[in-house]
T-cell receptor, first 116, second 113 residues
Framework: EAEVAQSPRYKITEKSQAVAFWCDPISGHATLYWYRQILGQGPELLVQFQDESVVDDSQLPKDRFSAERLKGVDSTLKIQPAELGDSAMYLC??????????????FGPGTRLLVL | QQQVKQSPQSLIVQKGGIPIINCAYENTAFDYFPWYQQFPGKGPALLIAIRPDVSEKKEGRFTISFNKSAKQFSLHIMDSQPGDSATYFCAAVVSGSARQLTFGSGTQLTVLP
């Protein structure tokens, strides 16, 4: 069964350092999402891509966060510089564009970030 | 602004019990209501979903009840098992091209053996 891949699974960094997370969506999924999930809360959307284009990045703190999906396949989310409040689980999800399954988002296992 | 309110925050039931998780929303533009199940260390996985044109949907031991006039929906788990112990999130999707999920705050369910 196809799955969304994410790496690394865990990341510990010191504040002011740069961190990057990678996501490989399910093959053929045009839509890719990055979420942040703070412990004890639901995931919150950071950015949504359709192919290589950003659909919505209104909730992405652009002073320190950036995201790209250059070839419309895998994606990278970067934080520079990291702050203590960035400690969270970063989830990637993907979905079909159109069709009966378009509303189902498939999530990866996430990257748990701890900023010290 | 919390657009989908979920309760309770945590729930403990005995094996065979019927836990009920409730969600309420304000935005009438929501037109798709999925429930996700998340185990520790894993990403959320779609469990069951409903559209507002039906009042109930059942898949196996999981049932969604939907009250459009009250803008509320709930998840019932019949004959709950210890393996159902997980965090459950309700969500809602606004009609339109973006199809973005707005999640509730989650309910941590523990089913005791």
């Amino acid at each position: 069964e196809a799955e969304v891949a994410q790496s690394p699974r865990y990341k510990i960094t010191e504040k002011s350092q740069a961190v990057a997370f990678w996501c490989d969506p399910i093959s053929g999924h045009a839509t890719l999402y990055w979420y942040r999930q703070i412990l004890g809360q639901g995931p919150e959307l950071l950015v949504q891509f359709q192919d290589e284009s950003v659909v919505d990045d209104s909730q992405l703190p652009k002073d320190r966060f950036s995201a790209e999906r250059l070839k419309g396949v895998d994606s990278t989310l970067k934080i520079q510089p990291a702050e203590l409040g960035d400690s969270a689980m970063y989830l990637c999800a993907s979905s079909h564009l159109g069709g009966p399954d378009q509303e189902t988002q498939y999530f990866g296992p996430g990257t748990r970030l701890l900023v010290l | 602004q919390q657009q989908v309110k979920q309760s309770p925050q945590s729930l403990i039931v005995q094996k065979g019990g019927i836990p009920i998780i409730n969600c309420a929303y304000e935005n009438t533009a929501f037109d798709y209501f999925p429930w996700y199940q998340q185990f520790p260390g894993k990403g959320p996985a779609l469990l069951i979903a409903i559209r507002p044109d039906v009042s109930e949907k059942k898949e196996g031991r999981f049932t969604i009840s939907f009250n459009k006039s009250a803008k509320q929906f709930s998840l019932h788990i019949m004959d709950s098992q210890p393996g159902d112990s997980a965090t459950y999130f309700c969500a809602a999707v606004v009609s339109g091209s973006a199809r973005q999920l707005t999640f509730g705050s989650g309910t941590q369910l523990t089913v005791l053996p």
